[in-house]
């Protein structure tokens, strides 16, 4: 005999919304998703519910009387009682909603008790119009029908009170929960990108670190070459810094700091090196994380080519296929054996490796491959749209 509709699903336990509807107690009635006018049907049932318990106790204890006509009766004032409570509640929304999402359990418990008094004085006495009986709204005016219609209206305000007060904690506890959610995936969030830093910050001075000892190396012996390399470091740092700072993280970006990477080590190697890089111009635009290529390449230069006398040559590709993106550097050096013979700790790679893992988890893979003579290493990640971040 009670709901009141609700547009606001924040406040439903406290204005007693369609969520906080008796109904809903039912785990049937509570698995049906809100549709338009849901509360007006969940009244009519609950009216004739307790329109069938209050003719079933009218039959028990008059066994005489016409069933038909009790249930008649008893539905037309179950139905106007509950809907003034259903307008009452309605339009209390309107007028009192905001003060009634703070007001203590006491304060609500009084207003479901006035609201649910008016509607059941004015239930029967619409009741008692439209079946034409005016001794029932006379039997209501009596003593003993006020205190009946008083402790039933009781009965409904406290039924009202337990159920919303009952909604509103267990909308306050989900609402604390997801919020605790929200703090935990934003750690969570902070942790990753922490540990990205971290991960990049060795990667980075590893090359510049390899860069100077070979400058330190030729001051003596070739002082122009060194003057040179020292150039094209300035050259390579320079282009570093404009693709840190900037937004784009892509892989075209990636491509020319690696041009600039290769051009310092060809530098260094002579006619013992060489490159190919072959990337579509359609893909030059996808986000990439940064410094993903240069430790698989500088991992084959210096364990794979450089140790090998006659040096070598080294591939960087990149292919789409379906929603994955594939890179792929080959080397025709030592391969993998030979570095691992050789006491190389990998750290590049590992490093690598764990942040594919810290970025897409096990939708990134990251897989070596011995060639004989060389070694492929290819990585396949998720393909990033250009408003995707990377």
Same mark, same amino acid.
């Given at each position: 005999m009670l709901t009141a509709d609700r547009s606001n699903p924040a406040c439903d336990s406290k204005l007693g919304g369609n969520s906080g509807h008796p109904l809903n107690l039912i785990p049937f009635f509570g698995r049906i998703k809100p549709f338009p006018g849901r509360g007006i049907v969940y009244t009519l049932i609950w009216n004739t519910i307790f329109a069938a318990v209050f003719a079933a106790f009218w039959i028990i204890f008059d066994p005489h009387v016409h069933l038909m006509r009790v249930l008649w009766v008893n539905l037309v004032v179950a139905n106007c009682i509950g809907f003034f409570i259903h307008g009452g509640f309605a339009l209390g929304r309107r007028l009192v909603g905001r003060w009634l999402q703070d007001a203590s359990f006491a304060a609500r418990?009084?207003?479901y008790s006035i609201v649910s008094i008016i509607g059941v004085f004015a239930g029967y006495a619409l009741g008692s119009a439209l079946l034409d009986w005016p001794q029932l709204w006379t039997s209501v005016l009596s003593p003993e029908g006020a205190t009946s219609i008083l402790l039933l209206?009781?009965?409904?305000?406290?039924?009202?009170?337990?159920?919303?007060?009952?909604?509103?904690?267990?909308?306050?506890? *989900?609402?604390?929960?997801? %919020? *605790?959610?929200? %703090? =935990?995936?934003?750690? #969570?969030?902070? @942790?990753? =990108?922490?540990?990205?830093? !971290?991960? *990049?910050?060795?990667?980075?001075?590893?090359?510049?670190?390899?860069? !100077?000892?070979?400058?330190?190396? !030729?001051?003596?012996? #070739?002082?122009?070459?060194?003057?040179?390399?020292?150039?094209?470091?300035?050259?390579?740092? %320079?282009?570093?810094?404009?693709?840190?700072?900037?937004? *784009?993280?892509? !892989?075209?970006?990636?491509?020319?700091?690696? /041009?600039?990477?290769?051009?310092?080590?060809?530098? /260094?190697?002579?006619?013992?090196?060489?490159? /190919?890089?072959? =990337?579509?111009?359609?893909?030059?635009?996808?986000?990439?994380?940064?410094?993903?290529?240069?430790?698989v390449v500088e991992n084959a230069i210096k364990h794979g080519l450089e140790p090998k006398i006659a040096g070598g040559e080294v591939s960087v590709t990149a292919r789409r296929q379906g929603d994955r993106l594939l890179l792929a550097v080959t080397d025709n050096g030592l391969g993998v054996r030979a570095t691992r013979a050789a006491g190389s700790t990998g750290l590049g790679l590992a490093n690598l490796r764990a942040r594919l893992s810290t970025m897409h988890g096990t939708h990134?893979?990251?897989?070596?491959?011995?060639?004989?003579?060389?070694?492929? =290493?290819?990585?396949?990640?998720?393909?990033? @749209?250009?408003e995707q971040p990377a």
């Amino acid at each position: 005999m009670l709901t009141a509709d609700r547009s606001n699903p924040a406040c439903d336990s406290k204005l007693g919304g369609n969520s906080g509807h008796p109904l809903n107690l039912i785990p049937f009635f509570g698995r049906i998703k809100p549709f338009p006018g849901r509360g007006i049907v969940y009244t009519l049932i609950w009216n004739t519910i307790f329109a069938a318990v209050f003719a079933a106790f009218w039959i028990i204890f008059d066994p005489h009387v016409h069933l038909m006509r009790v249930l008649w009766v008893n539905l037309v004032v179950a139905n106007c009682i509950g809907f003034f409570i259903h307008g009452g509640f309605a339009l209390g929304r309107r007028l009192v909603g905001r003060w009634l999402q703070d007001a203590s359990f006491a304060a609500r418990a009084f207003y479901y008790s006035i609201v649910s008094i008016i509607g059941v004085f004015a239930g029967y006495a619409l009741g008692s119009a439209l079946l034409d009986w005016p001794q029932l709204w006379t039997s209501v005016l009596s003593p003993e029908g006020a205190t009946s219609i008083l402790l039933l209206s009781l009965i409904i305000s406290a039924t009202l009170a337990t159920i919303f007060f009952a909604r509103e904690r267990q909308a306050t506890a *989900e609402m604390e929960f997801q %919020r *605790e959610r929200a %703090r =935990v995936e934003a750690a #969570e969030k902070q @942790t990753r =990108v922490a540990q990205l830093q !971290l991960l *990049e910050a060795q990667i980075e001075p590893h090359f510049l670190y390899n860069t !100077l000892a070979n400058v330190i190396t !030729l001051i003596d012996a #070739e002082p122009a070459t060194a003057k040179h390399m020292i150039e094209r470091l300035i050259d390579y740092l %320079r282009r570093a810094a404009a693709a840190t700072g900037s937004a *784009e993280a892509t !892989l075209g970006r990636q491509v020319e700091l690696l /041009r600039a990477y290769l051009d310092l080590i060809v530098l /260094r190697m002579g006619s013992r090196l060489s490159y /190919r890089i072959d =990337v579509p111009p359609e893909l030059s635009g996808l986000p990439l994380p940064p410094m993903l290529l240069q430790p698989v390449v500088e991992n084959a230069i210096k364990h794979g080519l450089e140790p090998k006398i006659a040096g070598g040559e080294v591939s960087v590709t990149a292919r789409r296929q379906g929603d994955r993106l594939l890179l792929a550097v080959t080397d025709n050096g030592l391969g993998v054996r030979a570095t691992r013979a050789a006491g190389s700790t990998g750290l590049g790679l590992a490093n690598l490796r764990a942040r594919l893992s810290t970025m897409h988890g096990t939708h990134a893979t990251l897989a070596i491959e011995d060639r004989q003579p060389g070694t492929r =290493v290819t990585i396949e990640l998720p393909m990033l @749209t250009e408003e995707q971040p990377a």
